[in-house]
């Protein structure tokens, strides 16, 4: 009723790459596969950890332990059985060893929801070199405030860290636009850390103080502006 059928078929016809099937990704594929995207390719090395559940859709007490991106796939097959959903268990970095089987000329549109900068870099300039689309989620991390989340060209953001690194990293590298989900809500600083005796499951050193409502509104908005730019609606 609000695509139309072209917009529709548009969508089911439709492959879009989900790097990050965290808090932000796990939330933008959910959103995708409601919306009837046909074709899902999800990325991420991680397992869900008992630390995941506060934000991530996929982790619940009986998924810990698995991969994020087995989950992700059972989760989006139960919604559309029709679609086609490859889990990757990959953790992306730009150097041949972790990017070089991947297809990239196939996606029609890539979301990038991973933590590292040399990833946002890579895939990036990837996105560049195979003209696709991307769109990129800066910091959804320590804050509280989903309300401040914004749709911007990178050079048009302010206030959030990763944005800052991202403009300054992007330039060195001749790209001249991107579009982001940013905030402008200041970084809250941790006043405690936590350290859960499962935490290995999660592969990472530093973990950033989340909640169940900052990330989800992060990876949902990125879902739409991906939904609109393939069905039309955002010309």
């Known amino acids: 009723m609000i695509f139309g059928s072209d917009g529709m078929g548009k969508l089911k016809n439709s492959r879009v790459a989900v790097f990050g099937i965290g808090g932000v990704g796990g939330y933008a594929v959910e959103a995708l596969a409601r919306s009837g995207v046909g074709f899902l390719d999800l990325f991420d090395h991680d397992k869900i950890c008992v630390t995941n559940i506060n934000r991530q859709i996929h982790a619940t007490t009986k998924t810990v332990g698995e991969y994020k991106v087995d989950a992700a796939k059972e989760r989006a097959l139960d919604i559309n059985p029709d679609a086609v959903v490859n889990a990757n268990r990959i953790f992306f970095l730009p150097e041949p060893e972790s990017s070089g089987e991947i297809l990239f000329y196939e996606f029609d549109y890539i979301i990038d929801a991973i933590d590292t900068i040399a990833g946002k870099i890579g895939l990036v300039l990837k996105a560049k070199e195979y003209n696709i689309p991307i769109i990129s989620s800066m910091a959804a991390g320590n804050k509280v405030n989903p309300a401040m989340f914004e749709v911007a ?35 809250i600083k941790s006043t405690e850390s936590a350290e859960p005796e499962d935490i290995e499951i999660t592969h990472k050193r530093r973990i950033p103080g989340s909640n169940s409502f900052v990330p989800p509104v992060a990876g949902l908005i990125i879902a739409s502006e991906v939904i609109k730019d393939l069905t039309g609606y955002n010309k």
């Open 153 to 187: 060209d990178i050079y048009d953001t302010s206030i959030c860290p990763i944005a800052k690194v991202m403009r300054k990293e992007l330039k060195n590298h001749g790209v001249d636009k991107l579009k982001v989900v940013y905030s402008k809500e200041p970084v």
